[in-house]
């Protein structure tokens, strides 16, 4: 199968049934790719940006994870609105962006593009996302499709950014000899949870001995389905 139709089928598998997109010359071949399937669809928006933003609420709401995809260039750097909502409250989001062919880059020519739309999307969504990369190879598309799932939706939730190239979207890939994500070690998550409840441990006893006690509840909890604990 391509690549494009894989991509597609490991969305599908996190049970996502529709894609918020605007297409374009640099992800043609991934949104040509929703051609006859019956799992997983795409609604077409009139601004990125938008489509961002719509992502954001639907992984509010749940259940389950939403999904962009848009071309490259003001494409992608029109999902930066809504990747910094998603951002800043902890909201799990996966942006797919198309890229100019792998040939057409600029690398290390010192200009500053070299393909139509060329733009380091990558690096530009650096500080606002918990992981993004660049394909940099057809064979290592279920390896980096699992571990932006994992970053995105493990510890803190937020959003990442997955940079395909054109030229690797329509190479034929066999998914049985594809490299897979091997989960990290936790401890850091447990280490955070060790601090955290000494933390809440002190917030009680100072709560036991107010007079007239105020808790101040964000909406981290109602993201983190931590009502009850709360009361």
């Not at 997983?40 to 940006?49: N, R, V």
């Not at 749940?62 to 003001?74: E, L, N």
């Not at 890229?99 to 690398?107: L, S, W």
């Not at 959003?159 to 070690?185: A, T, W």
Request: proline share 4%.
């Amino acid at each position: 199968m391509k690549v494009a139709d894989y991509i597609l089928d490991h969305l599908s598998s996190l049970g996502i049934k529709h894609v918020f997109l605007i297409t374009g010359g640099a992800i043609a071949f991934v949104v040509d790719a929703f051609h006859g399937r019956k799992d997983i669809d795409y609604i077409c928006f009139q601004h990125e940006q938008a489509a961002a933003m719509a992502a954001d609420a639907y992984s509010r709401l749940g259940p389950g994870i939403a999904a962009t995809m848009v071309t490259s260039g003001p494409g992608a750097t029109n999902l930066i609105t809504g990747i910094c909502c998603s951002w800043f409250d902890s909201i799990p989001a996966i942006h797919i962006t198309g890229q100019v062919n792998t040939f057409e880059q600029k690398a290390n020519s010192g200009v500053r593009q070299v393909g139509f739309q060329e733009t380091d999307i990558v690096a530009v969504v650096k500080p606002i996302t918990k992981f993004a990369a660049q394909l940099d190879k057809a064979e290592n598309i279920r390896y980096l499709l699992e571990k932006a799932t994992y970053i995105a939706t493990s510890g803190r939730p937020g959003p990442v950014v997955i940079d395909i190239p054109q030229n690797f979207q329509r190479v034929e890939v066999d998914p049985k000899k594809l490299r897979g994500f091997i989960v990290p070690n936790e401890k850091q998550y447990l280490d955070f949870g060790q601090k955290l409840k000494a933390k809440v441990k002190k917030s009680i006893q100072l709560l036991q001995k107010s007079k007239r006690p105020v808790l101040l509840a964000g909406g981290g909890i109602k993201i983190a389905h931590a009502k009850e604990d709360l009361l």
